[in-house]
């Protein structure tokens, strides 16, 4: 080998290589592909927005307080089940120190996810309402789509690739939080046996997920579209999540009207959707007086059937040659 | 040779509307320049050849693609793919930066990302894009936007360019620059070019051919030099003495006033070969005295106005 500098006079300059239009002769993927670009494109869109990290932050705390809330469960019942604890000089009892942590069930069960998802959820809301019009209503209000359309995919792959950034915010907000509580349980009681008795809580967490996932992917997509603006939509958001919780919890606990007057609460509906894939058992469902898992069901896919009917009509009329 | 499109008795209705009626085209590959007035039907014209729209009869195809079928079939993604379609609209993604823009664009295309992000760069580069690359998109200039469209179409480097009123917006230079490059685009890398636009200048400064709609009819095509030729040869003439006498002859003689000001000032077109001496011929024998003669050719834009019956 010498070492001799390289002939530069034969070689092309930097500046010409950089500037020079080259040809593509590759074999291009398939529109699915372009789908998890998109996907991917749009979540690094909202990652961007500082908002966002508050809101993980907010996500984090709630994930944190189950992970050692349930630590702790386990500790205090190995480790103080006999003993008085005193606060202020005060004697209290384990049950007594212990009782508000299990109202939330931290002890690896089936409500202990429902609950973290239920919880979690509040956050996941807020951070899809404001996510709807970076992911969606900019496209429409800014003329972004015809950009999008003109490609070589269908109009489907496009809303497919913003459901699945929806999927990648709630992944992380949600379903891989739940998973890290799932394995946490196991290593807090004797973790072979946990594991294999318990895999379909497993199971029943990612189907809570994709339950979750399919439904407020669609409901945002059709809101952005059809609102575009951060402002409505949060509005629109609180009256689809808020105020129907605070009617129906009035109508039916405080009013005594039948219990099927919950299922206008579209988050109870995904709740009890979940907690069907978790396979809970009805009648420790909280608060009692549930509508049946069907019914819930029922609304839930009504509620995807009527998002989807909008966005076929509204993406359609959409020109991409003005 | 291929053609580039080959349109054969293509209609295409909107209920009783009729936007497109019975178009039959062939266009080799080239530089070519869609023309018309609003509602001409340059607008579902180019959403066909995209394969956004169906025809709603006849038969036709760009390069080797039928056309035809539903906007998201297949055919017409393979379709989509020969095609680097630049919009008239803005059509950016606010947030992202221009190299990003123009990857996403090429993933869309179906590029592997690495590739998507590399020819991106390159592009940009070469539409002069190179130092605001890593500026996001909504802060760019008229002229940049354009150009990052521009380069967003071109990133995958398709046979066929479809431009829909590429320098709209932009000042006499960034008009100039942009028509360079889609000149230099199409000469040195081989690109064809359809470029939709109202302005006539921008055809006769790129293209090599040209298509008139009008009401949804081709009203005219062939080589813009064919175009020109269509020219009327034009003059403003001003006169004195016997100028019913005069204007008499030069009417028998061929020629045509177009405008009368009423004080012997007139607009006249006049034969192909028509010499300038007959005006002084006509003007001696009937008595005329030319004071002012003037040539005044049709412009394209009025050749184009006329071609259209505006």
Same mark, same amino acid.
């Given at each position: ?181 799932w394995i946490e349980a196991g290593l807090l009681y004797d973790w072979k046996s946990y594991y294999f008795d318990n895999f379909d809580l497993l199971v029943g967490i990612v189907g809570y997920s994709l339950v979750l996932l399919v439904t407020l992917s669609l409901l945002v997509v059709a809101t952005a579209v059809w609102l575009r603006r951060t402002v409505p939509l949060v509005l629109v958001w609180m009256g689809v999540f808020v105020y129907p919780q605070l009617l129906s919890t009035l109508l039916v606990d405080g009013l005594n009207f039948p219990d099927e007057w919950r299922l206008i609460d579209l988050w109870n509906n995904l709740y009890l959707c979940g907690l069907w894939c978790l396979q809970a058992d009805p009648a420790t469902i909280r608060p009692p007086g549930q509508p049946e898992f069907w019914q819930a069901g029922l609304v839930v896919a009504g509620v995807c059937a009527a998002s989807l009917l909008y966005l076929r009509r509204r993406v359609q009329a959409v020109e991409i040659v003005t | 040779m291929t053609s580039l499109i080959e349109l054969t008795a293509v209609t295409r209705t909107f209920g009783a509307f009729v936007a497109l009626a019975d178009i039959t085209l062939s266009l080799p590959p080239g530089r070519i320049g869609l023309l018309g007035p609003n509602g001409a039907g340059k607008s579902t014209l180019l959403k ?98 354009? %150009?990052?469209?521009? *380069?967003? #179409?071109?990133? @995958?480097?398709?046979? &066929? +360019? $479809? ?16 028509? %360079?490059?889609?000149? *230099?685009? #199409?000469?040195? @890398?081989?690109?064809? &070019? +359809? $470029? ?30 064919? +175009? ?83």
């Amino acid at each position: 080998m010498t070492n001799q500098p390289p002939n530069t006079d034969t070689m092309p300059a930097q500046t010409d290589t950089l500037l020079r239009y080259r040809p593509w002769r590759g074999t291009p993927h398939g529109p699915l592909f372009a789908t998890l670009a998109m996907a991917r494109v749009s979540l690094r869109l909202l990652l961007r927005r500082r908002l966002m990290w508050g809101l993980f932050a907010l996500g984090l705390l709630v994930f944190f307080f189950f992970f050692y809330a349930q630590y702790l469960m386990v500790w205090i019942e190995t480790q103080l089940r006999t003993e008085t604890v005193r606060f202020a000089g005060v004697p209290v009892t384990i049950d007594n120190l212990t009782r508000f942590l299990k109202r939330l069930a931290l002890d690896g069960s089936v409500h202990t996810f429902g609950n973290f998802i239920w919880f979690q959820g509040y956050v996941l809301v807020i951070a899809l309402a404001l996510a709807g019009s970076v992911l969606v209503g900019n496209d429409f209000y800014y003329g972004s789509l015809p950009f999008y359309l003109a490609k070589p995919i269908g109009r489907w792959h496009y809303i497919l690739g913003k459901c699945l950034a929806i999927g990648g915010l709630m992944t992380l907000l949600v379903t891989f939080p739940a998973i890290l509580l799932w394995i946490e349980a196991g290593l807090l009681y004797d973790w072979k046996s946990y594991y294999f008795d318990n895999f379909d809580l497993l199971v029943g967490i990612v189907g809570y997920s994709l339950v979750l996932l399919v439904t407020l992917s669609l409901l945002v997509v059709a809101t952005a579209v059809w609102l575009r603006r951060t402002v409505p939509l949060v509005l629109v958001w609180m009256g689809v999540f808020v105020y129907p919780q605070l009617l129906s919890t009035l109508l039916v606990d405080g009013l005594n009207f039948p219990d099927e007057w919950r299922l206008i609460d579209l988050w109870n509906n995904l709740y009890l959707c979940g907690l069907w894939c978790l396979q809970a058992d009805p009648a420790t469902i909280r608060p009692p007086g549930q509508p049946e898992f069907w019914q819930a069901g029922l609304v839930v896919a009504g509620v995807c059937a009527a998002s989807l009917l909008y966005l076929r009509r509204r993406v359609q009329a959409v020109e991409i040659v003005t | 040779m291929t053609s580039l499109i080959e349109l054969t008795a293509v209609t295409r209705t909107f209920g009783a509307f009729v936007a497109l009626a019975d178009i039959t085209l062939s266009l080799p590959p080239g530089r070519i320049g869609l023309l018309g007035p609003n509602g001409a039907g340059k607008s579902t014209l180019l959403k066909l050849l995209m394969g956004l729209l169906t025809p709603t009869s006849g038969t036709g195809r760009v390069l080797d693609e039928q056309l035809g079928g539903d906007r998201d079939s297949a055919g017409n993604w393979r379709l989509r793919r020969l095609i680097g379609f630049m919009p008239e609209a803005d059509a950016l993604v606010p947030g992202l930066t221009g190299v990003e823009y123009v990857s996403l664009a090429g993933e869309l295309y179906g590029l592997p990302r690495r590739e998507a992000q590399r020819r991106a760069h390159e592009v940009l580069s070469y539409l002069e894009l190179e130092e605001a690359r890593y500026r996001r998109v909504e802060e760019y200039s008229a002229g940049m936007k354009q %150009r990052v469209k521009l *380069a967003q #179409a071109v990133v @995958h480097d398709p046979p &066929v +360019l $479809l431009l829909d009123e590429p320098t709209s917006g932009l000042d006499p230079a960034g008009r100039d620059a942009m028509l %360079r490059l889609i000149k *230099a685009l #199409a000469i040195d @890398h081989g690109k064809s &070019v +359809l $470029l939709s636009t109202h302005l006539l200048a921008d055809v006769e400064a790129v293209c090599e051919r040209v298509v008139i709609l009008a009401g949804g009819r081709v009203r005219g095509q062939g080589t813009v030099r064919e +175009l020109c030729a269509r020219r009327q040869n034009r003059y403003r003439i001003r006169v004195q003495g016997e100028l019913d006498r005069f204007r008499q002859e030069l009417t028998a003689a061929g020629a045509t006033v177009l405008s009368d000001d009423g004080h012997g000032e007139w607009r006249l077109a006049v034969p192909s070969g028509w010499a300038n001496l007959t005006f002084f011929q006509l003007a001696h024998t009937t008595g005329a005295l030319i004071r002012a003669l003037i040539p005044d050719d049709e412009t394209l834009e009025e050749l184009f106005l006329r071609t259209v019956g505006v």
